[in-house]
């Protein structure tokens, strides 16, 4: 089975910098994906890794370390439309090859 | 455009009352998967398919089923709904070779009450 950990809430100042970190455990490992979610909507895809190190995206970047079964996602010039819940996701060789399984999210808040 | 069409968005529904919750995508993607989301718990996956005919459970597949007759379609079916399936809903699809960074694309989701 697979055990995926991120913080459950975070709370952040607009234009700051935050690091929402996720830990996990699996076998076969075969990439690592961030998504956010507004409340009550649908997750929509924010990066993803496979190889070990950072990937950036605009205000998005993200971090993988396979060794150490750790990935973060780091937001940048923080603006209150981020605040959202951020789900980290791994994907292992079973069911069929491209099963996700997700954590249970970090609820990021953005504060004047 | 691109997605993946749930519906319905919202659904109350009594306790043993067959349902069907429908779920098509544009993009001809292999992969289609059913998640249920709840408070707590994250999105677990209900059922997954490879390609038409060939469905599996996911993690949490009690008290639902599934059918792939197109590759379009893949809707959700319970045949006697239960209040622990209340629950937010959201059907994924995806390639199952290709760009290894293509991940899910999720339909806007179906918030299914049972009373």
Sequence with gaps: GQNIDQPTEMTATEGAIVQINCTYQTSGFNGLFWYQQHAGEAPTFLSYNVLDGLEEKGRFSSFLSRSKGYSYLLLKELQMKDSASYLCAVRDRTGGGNKLTFGTGTQLKVEL | ?115
């Design chain 2, 1 to 115: 455009e691109a997605q993946v069409t749930q519906n319905p968005r919202y659904l109350i529904t009594v306790t043993g009352k067959k349902l069907t919750v429908t779920c098509s995508q544009n993009m001809n993607h292999e992969y289609m998967s059913w998640y249920r989301q709840d408070p707590g718990l994250g999105l677990r996956q209900i059922y997954y398919s490879m390609n038409v005919e060939v469905t599996d459970k996911g993690d949490v597949p009690e008290g639902y089923k599934v059918s792939r007759k197109e590759k379009r379609n893949f809707p959700l079916i319970l045949e006697s709904p239960s209040p622990n399936q209340t629950s937010l809903y959201f059907c994924a699809s995806s390639l199952r070779q290709g760009p290894q960074g293509a991940g899910y694309t999720f339909g806007s989701g179906t918030r299914l009450t049972v009373v």
